[in-house]
């Protein structure tokens, strides 16, 4: 397997996981209280958001890969 068609695949790949969740989401710690021994804690979750155009773009790089890998052999 040429090293052009394991990229476009794995890019097909990104770009439907990148449909299908469409954000990254993550969770975090902050100190709310530091006095002395007391110590409080809260956990936030953020999300990253991946536009569906991210998704789009990567998908579609993927298949054009493929397409020119497929028409030099």
């Known amino acids: 397997m040429k090293i052009t068609t394991i990229i476009a695949i ?4 990104i770009g439907i996981v990148a ?3 469409q954000g990254i989401t993550y969770t975090t710690r902050e100190k709310i209280v530091d006095i002395g021994s007391l110590e409080m804690t809260a956990e936030k ?3 990253l958001p991946l536009p569906p155009i991210v998704g ?3 998908l579609a790089g993927g298949i054009v890969l493929l397409v020119m ?3 030099k052999e």
């Open 69 to 71: 890998g497929r028409k």
């Open 45 to 47: 979750t953020r999300t």
């Open 19 to 21: 449909f299908g969740y």
């Open 56 to 58: 789009g773009l990567t």
């Open 10 to 13: 794995i890019l097909i790949a």
